[in-house]
């Protein structure tokens, strides 16, 4: 079984729990708060994945079986039809349709009740395991539940053992644990895990954005130093990104020292300064989302954005991709653009 997303995001749900939903727009569940809403009373599970694409799905019916130091995400789901519906986001009931069976969306039969739906990944594989429920319980999500590496979402209890889903697979070892979501028991993940913590931005509702932010920030590769009294980050192809409280929203940025700039410094001061204000005029005429500008005092080039204080998975998604495209493709090219322009003339 097999899903494929264009906008990195795998629903579960029973189809009978979102008729309500028939006639709202395409986009409704881009809206944090309807996508929560819907989430925590238990009509359906939205979950962020690492990217788009093609996702393997492996389902079972039974008690979650999970690895340590693994991801996981749990929610409780009402089921009156007897069948849920596993696919991608942008399928789910919206616009006067409903998703139904095709090559990369699929629905699983169960008995009609309630229950616990455990999901983990690893890479592009997803497990998914759908537990009978003895009551209902409401979620208490806050955030949109993004596959990240040490968030807990919900308040219930999560069976961890050493071996993965496959029956076929053997037990890795006998260390076996059971770990609930009492606050005492995650006071280690949140000091693990305080990139989203409202001590870090004043506005509270504010910090529940950046709290998805920075776990969707995760997925992609980025790691936090919360050493730092802003959120700073750091990815191997993109180098160090800040994350600041800005007018209302929040400023990314990040630097280029100048003697990263080798090719500008090889020519006489007059000539390397004003070609470098070439460089940053070429690329804000061209960036997307970024604005270049030299910060002489400190010797680097400064690429910052604003964001506004919301989040939703697709369009944060689309925003970063066109950030890394700036910072990147954009910025060589106005270098480029620049030495064939002083070149010919």
């Not at 009551?135 to 071996?163: G, H, I, Q, R």
Request: overall charge negative.
């Amino acid at each position: 079984m097999q899903i494929a997303t264009d906008t990195a995001t795998l629903i579960i749900y029973d189809l009978d729990q979102l008729k309500h939903r028939m006639n709202d727009e395409l986009d409704w569940w881009s809206n944090v708060d309807e996508e929560i809403e819907e989430i925590n009373i238990g009509h359906a599970l939205f979950v962020g994945l690492a990217e788009d694409g093609l996702y393997d799905i492996n389902i079972k019916v039974g008690p979650p079986v999970v690895g340590n130091d693994i991801s996981v995400i749990q929610a409780n789901l009402h089921n009156t039809s007897g069948l849920f519906f596993v696919g991608p986001g942008e399928s789910v009931t919206a616009d006067g349709e409903e998703p139904g069976e095709s090559r990369y969306s699929h629905f699983y039969e169960v008995l009609p009740g309630d229950y616990e739906v455990t999901v983990t990944s690893q890479e592009h594989t997803i497990f998914i395991w759908l537990t009978p429920a003895q009551e209902f319980l409401p979620n208490k999500f806050e955030v949109s539940p993004l596959m990240a590496s040490v968030l807990t979402y919900c308040d219930n209890d999560l069976f961890k053992k050493d071996y993965n889903m496959s029956d076929e697979d053997e037990m890795a070892n006998d260390n076996k644990s059971i770990t609930s979501n009492d606050n005492d028991k995650h006071e280690i993940e949140a000091d693990d895990y305080d990139a989203g913590d409202p001590g870090l931005v004043e506005d509270e509702a504010l910090a529940l954005v950046v709290e998805s932010i920075c776990g969707h920030l995760e997925i992609l590769g980025y790691e936090v130093d919360s050493s730092e009294d802003d959120l700073l980050f750091f990815h191997e192809e993109y180098g160090d990104l800040l994350v600041e409280e800005y007018a209302g929203g929040m400023r990314f940025a990040t630097t280029m020292e100048y003697d990263s700039q080798r090719d500008l410094k090889l020519m006489p001061y007059e000539e390397w300064r004003g070609r470098l204000l070439d460089v940053l005029d070429h690329f804000n005429a061209s960036a997307s989302v970024a604005r270049a500008y030299d910060n002489a005092e400190n010797e680097e080039v400064v690429l910052d954005c604003w964001y506004p204080a919301f989040y939703s998975k697709p369009a944060f998604n689309r925003f970063i991709e066109l950030w890394h495209d700036d910072i990147t493709v954009q910025f060589e090219e106005a270098q480029e653009e620049v030495s064939e322009t002083r070149v010919t003339h």
